[in-house]
């Protein structure tokens, strides 16, 4: 039988780290990884004195700043973030509520940037948090943009609901990545929380190419439409600065 490289074990090691479990003891990331204590624990402490790791005074482990720092540096959504970044920062404040930059990753909607505010409405999502792509209003607008192979691939299932107003009939869907696609933007009130509405919009970089998505996260109530205008305008000027 094959053994699994190094390599392949430090991966195993990081994804054991997620948004609710950021640290860990060596036996739990050596059980969640699938591998002997031992062989995780000698893992751990090479990756702790390389600062990939860092060890906590109670003897938990998280990811170590050396490795975020390594990360940021040549992240590929760095670009995108400097771009967006002043534009969001001004339609935040008119806003007052979640403003939020996404990408897509593979069959999910990956989060790189939030603007938030004491008092904003409930938001699930965080930077570098991901949700399904049927299930936001970042994930419709980048799905009604994605190849029509990843289309059909998500639209065969499984569609999971949050609340009874997700998206989770496959024609219901279609339509609606249709009526994304023509209105410029993708209005979801209740999807994820029902006292919530997520709007968004694509930004597009060099060739018209839809590269990320733009959302606020308002309440859901008879004013959130009235916040497309400002998303809209925010987004053309992130595009203007990407295209160029």
Not at 135 to 148: D, K
């Amino acid at each position: 039988m094959k053994r699994d490289s190094v390599l392949t074990r430090v991966v195993r090691i990081y994804e054991t780290f997620g948004p609710d479990t950021p640290a860990l003891r060596v036996t739990d990331i050596a059980r969640r990884a699938g591998l002997h204590v031992a062989t995780a624990s000698r893992l751990v402490d090479e990756l702790v004195g390389h600062g990939w790791l860092q060890r906590d005074p109670d003897r938990r482990i998280r990811v170590g700043v050396r490795l975020w720092e390594l990360a940021s540096r040549a992240s590929p959504t760095l670009g995108l973030r400097e771009a967006a970044l002043p534009f969001m920062e001004d339609l935040h404040a008119v806003v007052g509520h979640h403003t939020q930059l996404a990408v897509l990753e593979d069959r999910e909607v990956l989060f790189v940037e939030r603007l938030s505010a004491p008092g904003a409405v409930v938001n699930v999502t965080r930077v570098a948090g991901r949700l399904p792509l049927h299930a936001s209003s970042s994930g419709l607008v980048l799905l009604a943009h994605a190849p029509a192979e990843l289309q059909e691939q998500v639209l065969a299932g499984p569609l999971g609901a949050f609340r009874r107003t997700t998206l989770t009939d496959p024609a219901r869907l279609r339509r609606f990545l249709a009526d994304v696609r023509r209105d410029g933007y993708a209005f979801c009130a209740g999807f994820i929380d029902e006292e919530t509405t997520g709007i968004a919009v694509p930004l597009r970089g060099p060739g018209d190419r839809v590269v990320a998505a733009l959302s606020v996260i308002v309440p859901n109530d008879r004013n959130a439409r009235a916040q497309i205008p400002a998303l809209r305008a925010a987004a053309r000027g992130i595009s203007r600065t990407l295209s160029h």
